[in-house]
């Protein structure tokens, strides 16, 4: 087999952004999108201070998680281990963007000129319409590869054949070559020296390597550097890293309010239709608007959705990878629960109202799932995420239900009140499984920061209000419609509160970190540091 692959030696980078130049002007990308750019990262107290320079992109992972994650299939890996878009069939949902770990996939939605509106002539001669509202990356100039193999050249070896950023390194700090060749120039490379491949811990295999010191066995004791070994060292993190720009943790802008609204709206649509579906079990047939409104959820937050692609025309390619993506699944179920929620309108029977609720139980699943897959946002992979999303949109269901019972029943909705008080303790011990897993974990610090800044409101307006109303409306019957209705009101502004703050403000990205401190000079090599995290 062939593993096309990168390997960066951090003793020589200089940062000089030739590279990421030569990729600019390779591949004809547009203002602020750097599909190959280096990273200056400081580490170290005063006077032990080192600066590093990191060269970062598209990593071709091995198990790349945007591939999976593409609901279109317009994400994929080729024999030779290089990961590639199809321009044609991306809808531009940016799921691969906030599943990348590494902040290697860029969206421009309209043209950009270096001045502003003003097209330069090279600009309108290499404009690539084609590439807008969709996802783009680095691809090791695949082009160039091609060429290369199709003509007996050697990438790597031969220039015509090699990645454009690699042929400009002024300090050879750059290689390309076959990793499973053990013949190959990179091949040569890592054996000869201690090498890591960064964010290697999340499991995505990446076809980047960085050399970061040599293999000096016998100067290990008078040197102090690191064990001839490529064990990782524990990584420092630093929360005092606002002076690097670029490398901390930052605010992902791919999905915003409107992706905020998906979570909001549907996941509140499908737990009234799971608790429809309880009530109609229980002898009480609840109104048919009720029914109704759920599916207007849903559909709502799908239309939220919609507008935010890229490429909306496209949409019904959302379907095309159900093998792994979760957001297809999610819109395959949507046309079930729709399906079936509307022919509960002409066979109002408990059977059929079931089918619904475990079609809108599925749909919630699906968002955990979604989330849980996005593996570039640390405050979205934790697997307890999933529990979380359940109880919040189960409670959310089951209080604008309940809202819906005091208000035209009063007191016979104590059996609907009941299932809130459960539903609120329930989502408030799965919040805090999945807030201390976070912590214990470890996550960027502001992500950790936003998240332990709403405990008093999940606490406070998500469990502790509702329960109290909830209790008061039970020994105060003449009450007790108006502090159900205010309980279950509670229980879905909580619910909401913590959804839009996970999807817009939580969501930082996983930022970068170096595993070694790479030995330059006659100095020796250092621990790793993870910037921005606590």
Known sequence: MTRWSMVADLRRCVGCQTCTSACKHANATPPLVQWRRVLDIESGEYPDVQRTFVPVGCMHCADPPCMHVCPSTATRQRDDGIVTIDYELCIGCAYCAVACPYQARYKVDLPRFAFGAEQMRHEAAREMPERLGVAQKCTFCSDRIDFGLENGLTPGVDAEATPACVNS?????????????????????????????????????????????????????????????????????????????????????????????????????????????????????????????????????????????????????????????????????????????????FIPS????????????????????????SKGVPAWREPRIVSLILSTGLAEGCGLLLMASALLSGTAAMPVAAALLLLVALRAFAWRRYLRALLDAGAPARTLDILTSLRPWMAGLGAIAPAVLILGGAFLPDFAAGLFALAGLMAVMAGWLFKFTLITGASLNQGFAIEHTPARGSGPSGAGIKPGWR
């Open 350 to 373: 408990v059977v059929w109202i079931t089918i619904t609720g475990a079609f809108g139980l599925l749909f919630l699943y699906c968002q955990g799932r979604i989330l849980h897959e």
């Open 169 to 345: 390194c002024i300090a050879d700090a750059l290689h390309f070559g076959d990793a499973d060749d053990p013949a190959s120039n990179v091949s040569a490379l890592l054996r000869e020296n201690r090498h890591f491949r960064m964010h290697e811990e999340l499991g995505t295999n990446p076809g980047f390597h960085y050399l970061w010191d040599g293999d000096r066995d016998s100067l290990d004791t008078a040197t102090g550097s690191a064990p001839a070994t490529n064990e990782k060292a524990p990584l420092r993190g630093t929360v005092t890293s606002a002076h690097m720009p670029g490398v901390i943790p930052w605010q992902q802008t791919h999905w915003d309010w409107r992706a905020a609204g998906n979570f909001i709206f549907g996941g509140t649509g499908s737990g009234l239709l799971a608790a429809l579906a309880a009530t109609a079990w229980s002898g009480t047939a609840p109104p048919d608007w009720l029914g109704l409104l759920a599916l207007v959820f849903i559909g709502t937050g799908l239309f939220l959705v919609w507008t935010e692609i890229g490429r909306m025309l496209r949409f019904l390619h959302v379907v095309l990878n159900p093998q792994t993506s979760w957001m297809t699944r999610e819109a395959m179920i949507a046309f079930l629960v729709f399906a079936s929620g509307i022919g509960t309108f």
